[in-house]
């Protein structure tokens, strides 16, 4: 009998969709939380002096990046609206995100109304040799490990984007994306190679199919006419002058010449009766 296929939520260390942030941040910090775990093999073998408090030291710094990582999608703008996650969230709509810095890779963590719905890992396309490593290969490779496969992606990719609406100058270059999914999970895998490293977005895809109504508020256009100004210019103005401006101008009245009124020399002139 074959052995049943993990789902691909199941491979996220222990996180699930909907997981609330408190609990996201004690599955990372807690005394056997994940970061711990990091560092759990070398604390074993150090022994006791300067060298294992350094390790401690990295340890509580590590979580303490982690918390302080924590930001919220308000109505100010962010300096992510510069880096490749801009279309990755919206402003206004209850959208936050944390990241943390384990093992040469980062990994976002997207929240909506503080609830988990997004996981975007950043992953070195370099070897530990230093060979860099194809984008094709690693989605046959990670399509394998998940036991999906990647394909082109649907519109989906529309529902996300907001680049020119946040005021950022739209992509000239897309990077090319590939994507997945199964029943509660959507994969999306982007090649952002020009940076040396490849997203692996991983969504709950409940959400993902009524992202239009959770973001509501929808993003301002930062080259808009302001409303106000908009108004002024659309009213007729009354100008005294149009009508003179619109007629066109009156020629003035001939002036005869000088000479006109002169009479020919040499004309005979015929002396009034009496």
């Given at each position: 009998?074959?052995?049943?296929?993990k789902?691909?939520?199941?491979?996220?260390?222990g996180?699930?969709w909907g997981m609330?942030?408190?609990?996201?941040t004690?599955l990372y910090?807690?005394?056997t939380?994940?970061?711990?775990?990091?560092?759990?093999?070398?604390?074993a073998?150090?022994?006791?002096?300067p060298?294992l408090?350094?390790?401690?030291?990295?340890?509580?710094?590590?979580?303490s990046?982690?918390?302080?990582?924590y930001?919220?999608?308000?109505?100010t703008?962010?300096?992510?609206d510069?880096?490749?996650l801009?279309?990755e969230?919206?402003?206004?709509?209850?959208?936050s995100l944390?990241f943390?810095e384990?093992?040469?890779?980062r990994?976002?963590l997207?929240?909506?109304n503080?609830?988990?719905?997004?996981?975007?890992d950043?992953?070195?396309l370099?070897?530990?040799d230093g060979?860099a490593?194809?984008?094709g290969?690693?989605?046959?490779?990670?399509?394998?490990a998940?036991?999906?496969?990647?394909?082109?992606?649907?519109?989906?990719?529309?529902?996300t984007?907001?680049?020119a609406s946040?005021g950022a100058?739209?992509?000239?270059?897309q990077p090319a994306?590939?994507?997945?999914?199964?029943?509660?999970?959507?994969v999306?895998?982007?090649?952002?190679?020009?940076?040396?490293v490849?997203?692996i977005?991983f969504?709950?895809?409940?959400?993902?199919s009524?992202?239009?109504?959770?973001?509501?508020?929808?993003p301002?256009?930062?080259m808009?006419?302001?409303p106000?100004?908009?108004a002024?210019?659309?009213?007729q103005?009354?100008?005294?002058?149009?009508?003179?401006?619109?007629?066109?101008?009156?020629?003035?009245p001939?002036?005869?010449?000088?000479?006109?009124?002169?009479?020919?020399?040499?004309?005979?002139?015929?002396?009034p009766?009496?």
């Amino acid at each position: 009998m074959p052995k049943p296929q993990k789902r691909v939520v199941e491979r996220l260390e222990g996180l699930q969709w909907g997981m609330s942030r408190p609990d996201v941040t004690h599955l990372y910090i807690g005394p056997t939380g994940l970061i711990a775990h990091d560092f759990d093999a070398q604390l074993a073998k150090t022994s006791i002096g300067p060298e294992l408090a350094a390790l401690e030291h990295q340890r509580e710094q590590v979580k303490s990046a982690f918390l302080r990582s924590y930001i919220e999608f308000g109505s100010t703008p962010t300096g992510y609206d510069a880096t490749a996650l801009r279309d990755e969230y919206t402003y206004n709509n209850h959208e936050s995100l944390m990241f943390v810095e384990r093992e040469g890779k980062r990994r976002y963590l997207f929240f909506f109304n503080d609830r988990l719905w997004k996981v975007y890992d950043e992953v070195p396309l370099l070897s530990a040799d230093g060979a860099a490593t194809a984008f094709g290969d690693i989605a046959q490779r990670l399509g394998d490990a998940l036991s999906v496969t990647f394909r082109a992606p649907t519109k989906h990719a529309a529902a996300t984007t907001s680049n020119a609406s946040k005021g950022a100058p739209a992509n000239v270059w897309q990077p090319a994306t590939l994507e997945s999914s199964d029943a509660e999970t959507h994969v999306r895998l982007i090649d952002r190679s020009a940076e040396r490293v490849v997203a692996i977005v991983f969504e709950d895809a409940g959400t993902v199919s009524k992202l239009a109504a959770l973001r509501s508020t929808k993003p301002v256009d930062m080259m808009a006419l302001d409303p106000a100004v908009q108004a002024v210019t659309q009213v007729q103005l009354s100008d005294p002058n149009a009508a003179r401006k619109s007629s066109p101008p009156q020629k003035p009245p001939a002036t005869p010449h000088p000479k006109a009124s002169q009479k020919p020399t040499g004309t005979k002139t015929t002396p009034p009766k009496p």
